[in-house]
């Protein structure tokens, strides 16, 4: 999972992705695809099939949850908005990467519990990005993007944690499986942008192409206790299959019987109208699709924890299942 460890510390905060474009391009090439990247900073590589007409679209977003400087303060405070959909609580006590010409490290603080007087202590307004630069204002400008940093931590039973696995995991998933791809058909591997801030990305990167078929690598919400077992999935007991009203069902139930018959663990997930992915744009742009996902315990935080087994599992699938049959 070297691989992987190298995805999630690179830095690609939504609408800013092409900060991490040289290190993007590094890793696909080591997946033996020629990496090339459009107008709007999707990353993509093609794997041409020799008699096939069909083409493949596998999309996993590159983009990562993160801040956005709003105002620097003297003493090397800095004011910021959220990138994303974060939870303002999780941010007290973060470290953070500034990222201006040259990163800068910063922490968001909090009032010691000695101190504060009320609940309105912790407000999100109180919030600061802490960079203990006397001359900030000389070196970071409003506009800049911020990292939300975190450690890559190999946890028990192949589970590992880290910020940025919210897409970084599918985008891995989709790389593997194509390294392997065993079937003639042409595919596409897309690692698309702003997918945090509204499915802008795929959105664009569709007005100039078409598809027979989009593959939605994404992840979903991996079950702890507390949560709802019916809407989140045991991490490390297989990835989940979608079935949902805008989904290619017919072709899902395909793969569910596929992945009956090759007795490979999985889950199915069921999404009534929107997925909330960028399956929708595919949909939106007349290409039939199908969401496949990777259980992911804390989503949109600095500790997202899934299985190493589940990602291996679903490129392994992926990559040896007989896409042309799927598809006549």
């Known amino acids: 999972m070297k691989q992987l460890e ?12 092409t900060m991490g474009r040289d290190r ?6 080591k997946f033996d695809l020629t990496p090339k990247t459009d107008e709007y900073g999707n990353i993509y590589g093609e794997k041409k099939s020799a008699f096939s007409q069909f083409h493949i679209l596998i999309d996993a977003h590159i983009d990562e949850i993160g801040l956005i400087v709003t105002e620097v303060l003297d003493g090397g405070f800095l004011r910021f908005e959220r990138v994303g959909g974060i939870d303002p609580t999780n941010l007290l006590c973060q470290e953070v990467i500034v990222l201006a010409k040259e990163p800068i490290y910063g922490v968001i603080g909090a009032i010691p519990p000695h101190l504060a007087k009320k609940e309105e202590d912790k407000k999100e307004e109180l919030l600061l990005i802490d960079t203990g630069l006397q001359n900030a204002k000389e070196l970071i400008a409003p506009g800049t993007p911020v990292k ?14 880290s910020g940025a696995m919210d897409d970084r995991a599918g985008l891995l998933t989709a790389l593997m499986a194509v390294k392997k791809w065993k079937q003639d058909v042409n595919v596409t591997v897309l690692g698309s942008t702003r997918e945090e801030l509204g499915l802008q ?17 994404d992840v979903t919400h991996g079950y702890f206790r507390g949560l709802n077992p019916g809407r989140s999935y045991p991490v490390g007991e297989g990835f989940t299959l979608c079935y949902g009203g805008i989904l290619d069902n017919r072709l899902t139930r395909w793969l569910e019987q596929e992945l009956i018959r090759k007795e490979i663990p999985y889950h199915t997930e069921l999404e009534p109208s929107h997925p909330g992915t960028n399956a929708y ?7 039939p699709a199908v969401m496949m996902s990777i259980p992911l315990k ?18 392994t699938f992926l990559s040896e299942t007989d896409w042309n049959k799927a598809l006549c």
Request: hydrophobic share 45%; aromatic share 10%; with cysteine.
């Open 201 to 217: 990305g795929l959105e664009l990167f569709l007005k100039k192409r078409s598809f027979d078929l989009a593959i939605v690598i």
């Open 281 to 287: 744009c595919a949909v939106m742009h007349r290409i």
């Open 24 to 29: 993007l391009f590094e890793i696909f090439e």
């Open 6 to 17: 190298k995805l999630v510390k690179t830095p690609a905060v939504s609408g800013f992705e």
């Open 148 to 161: 939300l940093k975190s450690s890559y931590l190999k946890l028990k039973n192949n589970q590992i944690s």
């Open 298 to 315: 804390y989503m949109h935080t600095t500790v997202e924890t899934l299985s190493e087994t589940d990602l291996k599992s679903l490129a």
